[in-house]
């Protein structure tokens, strides 16, 4: 009998040491990022707003930011992995120019930096005795922030149902980093420390704001609020804010309780964020009587949640006149008979404060802790599914812009997994939208004026890439 060959104990085939011929990608489904981004107007959006130093150019300014967007999603989180996409002739086919060198994409992220705001902020912090400081953005910044806000409100736009209403979530994260320039951060590790909010009904990022590892999340989380509130669409009429204690902040606060707000929405915006844990704050929720805390559940291992109404009046440094008090929730956990925390007790208080009076308290309580599902998701996706923990440079404004563009191809993420025809990508993360879409192979050929891309993929995969294109039209669209 013949003997059957063992394939698992050797490579049945040879490497041919020359490339393939033609204009082929190993990520043709880069094309739909790249259509989703046009779509939605970015790449002008760029060129008109954001003015930067004669050094970066060469590029526009919108040709720049889509390919950085190109690397984040293509998964690559550093500039040197700009190499493989300015080398890979079907994605420069794709595009319709090859992308920037990493010596390009260095100057163009540096032209976001403005050595005088640093300098001025350091001053002024070194002058009140302070160690940490957040320079005022340079213009160039700000205008993409303002581009990333309005790809918000484009996308948004788009959905069969215009959006009414919009729940701001808004949390600081740490991304660590060896730089000799990162400061240290209350973890004990160097980095830095960015403030995110989210938009929950829509996943989408709203704003952002860069910051240094030692500023304290608590350090004027107004400023990242009101650009939120800045960036939703007109159609939105309920307006709702969660936080956790970083945003038990005065400003921010009196800000949310204020139906006559400055730079805001008039009118509503209920809250509900995480209350400090002061010393009088703890002597209330433990005077708290036995007969008012209220069981609304359980976790896994039997810790009982409760929740009870807290009479406390803070001692605030502003009151403003004719706005309604705070609530305040206690939160109790509360270990089974016989069992301790680490600390040795058996319970563990907590609390809220909100303007939301007319709503049980443990129904309040668990509307408050949906964030840890919106906002340190995007957290994680933006430090680990995309480039954002990798920071590029030693200067302060080319790692805000870095982390700007990377909440932009974020939001480019989510437009494109949703108006997939599958749903079963709806909810997907980046790791799997590259799996599925992006790490497809593609050829692309010319046959008189019309240009072509053949894709290494099932029918019925190809028939999905269709539709999604066909969900983010041009304004022109290609000739050939």
Not at 225 to 239: C, I, N, S
Not at 274 to 288: F, I, P, Q, Y
Not at 375 to 394: F, M, R, T, W, Y
Request: with cysteine.
């Amino acid at each position: 009998m013949r003997t059957p060959t063992p394939l698992q104990e050797k490579t049945p085939f040879a490497i041919d040491e020359k490339p393939m011929e033609g204009l082929l990608t190993a990520q043709a489904g880069l094309a739909a990022f790249s259509r989703a981004f046009r779509s939605l107007g970015a790449p002008k959006l760029c060129d008109d707003r954001v003015r930067i130093k004669e050094r970066a150019r060469g590029f526009r300014v919108g040709q720049q930011v889509e390919s950085l967007v190109m690397l984040h999603v293509a998964g690559g989180d550093c500039m040197q992995d700009m190499e493989r996409l300015r080398q890979d002739n079907g994605v420069s086919k794709m595009l319709g120019y090859s992308a920037p060198s990493q010596r390009c994409v260095a100057d163009f992220l540096e032209s976001f930096h403005d050595p005088n705001q640093v300098a001025y902020a350091q001053a002024e912090a070194e002058r009140q005795q302070r160690l940490s400081f957040i320079p005022k953005e340079s213009a160039a910044l700000s205008a993409l922030g303002e581009v990333g806000q309005e790809m918000v409100r484009v996308i948004a736009g788009r959905s069969k149902q215009p959006p009414t209403r919009a729940t701001v979530d808004q949390d600081a994260t740490i991304i660590e980093s060896r730089k000799r320039e990162a400061k240290w951060t209350y973890e004990g590790t160097r980095g830095y420390q960015p403030m995110v909010a989210m938009w929950a009904e829509t996943e989408l990022i709203l704003a952002d704001e860069f910051r240094d590892g030692n500023v304290p999340a608590l350090s004027s989380p107004l400023t990242c609020a009101k650009h939120a509130f800045a960036a939703l669409p007109q159609t939105v009429t309920e307006y709702y804010f969660r936080g956790d204690s970083a945003c038990h902040e005065s400003g921010l606060v009196n800000w949310l309780r204020n139906p006559e707000r400055e730079d805001g929405p008039k009118g509503l915006i209920e809250f509900a964020v995480s209350a400090r844990m002061s010393e009088d704050l703890g002597k209330a929720l433990k005077a708290v009587p036995e007969a008012n805390w209220t069981t609304f559940g359980n976790d896994s291992d039997g810790t009982l949640r409760q929740w009870a109404e807290v009479d406390f009046v803070p001692a605030e440094k502003v009151e403003k006149k004719g706005i309604e008090p705070l609530r305040y929730v206690g939160l109790r956990l509360l270990k089974p008979q016989g069992e301790l925390f680490d600390d040795g007790h058996d319970r563990r208080h907590y609390a809220i404060l909100s303007n939301r009076w007319n709503e049980d308290g443990g129904a309040l309580i668990t509307w408050h802790r949906q964030k840890a599902g919106t906002i340190e998701h995007v957290h994680d996706e933006l430090k680990n599914g995309l480039g954002g923990g990798q920071l590029p440079s030693a200067q302060f404004g080319a790692n805000a812009a870095w982390f700007r563009i990377t909440c932009m191809a974020y939001n480019i993420l989510v437009a494109v997994k949703q108006a997939w025809p599958d749903e079963t990508l709806h909810n997907a993360k980046a790791k799997r939208v590259r799996f599925v879409i992006v790490n497809v192979a593609g050829r692309f050929s010319r046959d008189r004026r019309k240009i072509s891309l053949h894709l290494a993929a099932g029918i019925e995969w190809i028939k999905r890439f269709v539709k999604l294109f066909a969900r983010f039209p041009l304004a022109t669209q290609p000739t050939g």
